[in-house]
């Protein structure tokens, strides 16, 4: 555990915060362990953080991940998962994990929906069988999963979205959330409430304001990241956050962009997760300081450089693009996981250096280089 | 190089023979280092052994691996491997390395082949890109990739073949082995003569003969475990080896069923290679002490036990069937990958423990041992 006195879960230590934004460097407690913030959870939607073992991530410097409610609710099913002893026995992973309640997938995958009052009534994607969850199955699942912390079970709204509809979805995601406050919790749970309201301001502090009166262990922005373009996006994480209390985390669900992360921490953020460093590692993209690149791209075929230079992953510290291209060219599984390690390296990478920059008090001094060297990247190669 | 000191490449100790059979314990040495024997080559097909990393491979005790003329000429070419080092640095497997000469996919899996007196001229079963490869062409792809042991160019007749055509393909092979034994070779590179001749003794015979005649630093026997019948295939081992020397390794290509193995060990062989680890692991079969099983069934949903009891590989150390068989369900890439490992790793035992058996002087009692457990568990399971 660092070299820390363990503290109880649920602890969030601010350390330092920014005098000149509202970011702040953090650790958050959990049964499985302590948490620096701001930190970014790679997307563990299986059981498995796509191709790499729980020994990758202990070496990639992943601190926690996220786990599905509605996929491992599909497959294996919870008999399977509960039954192994719950999800970190089952994929064999001992620091802490997060759950998402399951709400976004069954709005964005699952067929025939039918919202009730109490739940959401769906068809698996997989195999079209009928499944219920609402705020006490939901709870029900993650407590058999015994995540470390686990989020309400709320109705994320498209985007665009009628105020009418996002009003809905909000009084919606306030009743379930006063629901899954009261729910048993597996040792040591912590519950995050998660805040909706689309790009509606008073739909976003009527939500926040609520939650914040029931009182959960941290508060998660939702909703956000689903087709909206950037200014709105980051209005809205604004919005979300603005009356959130300073003393419990702050989460926004489903995002990655480096850029839209950093500002987000800039308005107080301590807490991402997304698909796209493993998702991005599938299609042959890498991630790098100075922004991303193809690595099946022909002009990588004798390219005896590492994926990024200087990086301190697996991958980067044996490997040469032109191996990784060959791999992922002939559809070998080895170039999908060197290139999922790089990516998930970059991403705690930045998380770090964010980190050593709040604590030298420089964050935003760290932020505009970042952006200026991604700039000037993108720059050179349109020049091209 | 395990506490031994170097001894020049080529070298090759047999440190001791069976009483009852012609199996011999042995040492070879090459420009990567030494090699037990017996010895099973995981195969390498595209500059990986399928979703392993070379350090999986040293965590499992695999001493050498088998690199895929054919595959990797077509892709990435050599213009690549060759720009990158070799093969060894490509790849960053810093052990031995024995190549295939390609002859025998560029029988099985190419399209539009034409045999002239120097070579075939195929077509790539990728792309249909016109390709020629003969001795001298497959000797210079070796010497680039840079493999210690290289092979013969040789042409391999399928099963079943008449006495005329498989008299035909020994001449062949007869003749493009005296070219391949002339052309340079990379530093400290072996190369190794093969033994065809279908099922006819007085061809094997022939074959063998003439081979050792030119000298070469290791035999093989090829044109095995082609479709034939066990007892023919035994049979054919047995006329391949009886004319060899008993002072060079002698290795059978292509051959991965444990009890074949046994079997020709029995008849002094010292070196396999085979998919079937790698291949059963993807269709998600499971090679045990007790035979082959597969973990995506039924009836391992909620079982807890490693893949095999006793185990020591990473897979079986950490994770249950029941979690492997979930990945496997689902398409995770780590399913595949934690089965390839535990079905690597239960090759490289096998052959440990048979090493361990000669060194014991009991060899026999260790075969049949073997042989009865998997007959026991066979009976076992077709009585249940």
Chains 1, 2 share one sequence.
Not at 37 to 60: A, H
């Amino acid at each position: 555990m660092s070299g820390h006195v363990a503290k109880p879960s649920g602890t969030f230590e601010v350390l330092k915060t920014d005098a000149h934004s509202s970011a702040r460097l953090g650790r958050l407690w959990t049964a499985h362990g302590p948490v620096d913030t701001p930190v970014f959870m790679p997307v563990g939607t299986q059981g498995t953080v796509k191709s790499l073992e729980p020994r990758d991530l202990i070496e990639n410097g992943v601190q926690i991940i996220l786990g599905n409610t509605y996929h491992l609710l599909l497959r294996p099913g919870m008999d399977v998962v509960s039954g192994c002893g719950g999800l970190h026995r089952f994929m064999g992973w001992d620091g802490p994990i997060l759950t998402d309640s399951g709400g976004f997938q069954v709005f964005s995958l699952s067929n025939l929906r039918k919202v009730r009052e109490n739940g959401v009534e769906f068809r698996s994607h997989i195999d079209g069988s009928t499944f219920f969850l609402g705020p006490i199955e939901a709870m029900a699942v993650q407590r058999g999963l015994g995540s470390d912390i686990a989020m309400c079970f709320d109705e994320c709204p498209p985007y665009p979205c009628d105020p009418q509809t996002a009003c809905q979805a909000v009084d919606k995601t306030l009743s379930w959330a006063a629901l899954c406050r009261r729910e048993a919790r597996a040792p040591g749970q912590l519950v995050f409430g998660i805040v909706q309201g689309g790009e509606y301001a008073p739909l976003r502090e009527r939500c926040a304001r609520e939650l914040v009166a029931m009182g959960f262990d941290g508060y998660a922005v939702g909703g956000v990241s689903v087709g909206e373009p950037e200014p709105v996006l980051l209005r809205e994480i604004e919005d979300g956050v603005r009356h959130l209390p300073v003393e419990r985390p702050r989460y926004v669900m489903g995002l990655g962009d480096f850029g839209q992360m950093a500002a987000s921490v800039a308005n107080g953020v301590d807490m991402f997760d997304c698909v796209m460093p493993t998702r991005h590692a599938r299609n042959g993209s890498a991630f790098t300081r100075h922004g991303s690149y193809p690595v099946k791209a022909g002009e990588y075929k004798l390219d005896t450089r590492p994926v990024e230079e200087g990086c301190d992953c697996y991958a980067c510290r044996h490997f040469t693009r032109a191996y990784i291209r060959h791999l992922l060219n002939v559809g070998e599984i080895l170039g999908v996981r060197l290139l999922t390690i790089h990516n998930v390296r970059r991403y705690v990478t930045f998380m770090a250096e964010m980190r050593a920059a709040l604590a030298a008090g420089a964050f935003e001094e760290w932020r505009s280089e970042w952006a200026a060297r991604v700039q000037e990247t993108k720059s050179k190669r349109s020049g091209e």
